[in-house]
């Protein structure tokens, strides 16, 4: 028989050190050194590694940028782009690699994801679960 796997919840910010489409960067663990980003977007949070799944550097770090999407008239001619207000993606500083922080996948390459730890928030304060 299998034990099952055991997590740990972390105590590791205020709710409001995390606005909406903010971030906040926790460590999560000295042995290794580890660290998290924590991310609010449409009220929900969500948490992931901050290890780019492309050569390991800071993606939670990266910029925040709406996903960019051709805007379409109705013969479906382009008008151009735009910032899609309904995504939010960070993009990793070495690279440019991009998450959607809503599944943490790259969204061209879905092969490419951050690993994502649960969270949870209750009492106005923030746990990530390891
Ligand atoms: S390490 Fe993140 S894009 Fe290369």
Same mark, same amino acid.
């Given at each position: 028989?299998?034990?099952?796997?055991?997590?740990?919840?972390?105590?590791?910010?205020?709710?409001?050190?995390?606005?909406?489409?903010?971030?906040?960067?926790?460590?999560?663990?000295?042995?290794?050194?580890?660290?998290?980003?924590?991310?609010?977007?449409? +009220?929900?949070?969500?948490?992931?590694?901050?290890?780019?799944?492309?050569? +390991?550097?800071?993606?939670?770090?990266?910029?925040? !940028?709406?996903?960019?999407?051709?805007?379409?008239?109705?013969?479906?001619?382009?008008?151009?782009?735009?910032?899609?207000?309904?995504?939010?993606?960070?993009?990793?500083?070495?690279?440019?690699?991009?998450?959607? !922080?809503?599944? +943490?996948?790259?969204?061209?390459?879905?092969?490419?994801?951050?690993?994502?730890?649960? !969270?949870?928030?209750?009492?106005?304060?923030?746990?990530?679960?390891?």
């Amino acid at each position: 028989m299998t034990a099952e796997p055991t997590t740990r919840a972390v105590d590791v910010a205020g709710s409001e050190e995390i606005p909406e489409r903010g971030r906040l960067i926790v460590e999560i663990g000295t042995t290794p050194p580890r660290t998290a980003g924590i991310f609010r977007f449409r +009220g929900e949070l969500r948490a992931y590694e901050n290890r780019c799944a492309h050569q +390991g550097g800071p993606a939670c770090q990266g910029r925040i !940028v709406s996903r960019v999407r051709e805007d379409l008239d109705d013969r479906k001619a382009s008008r151009g782009l735009v910032f899609d207000p309904d995504t939010m993606h960070i993009v990793c500083p070495w690279h440019g690699f991009e998450y959607d !922080v809503t599944t +943490g996948a790259h969204p061209g390459r879905p092969d490419f994801a951050l690993r994502a730890f649960e !969270v949870s928030e209750s009492g106005g304060r923030v746990r990530v679960h390891l």
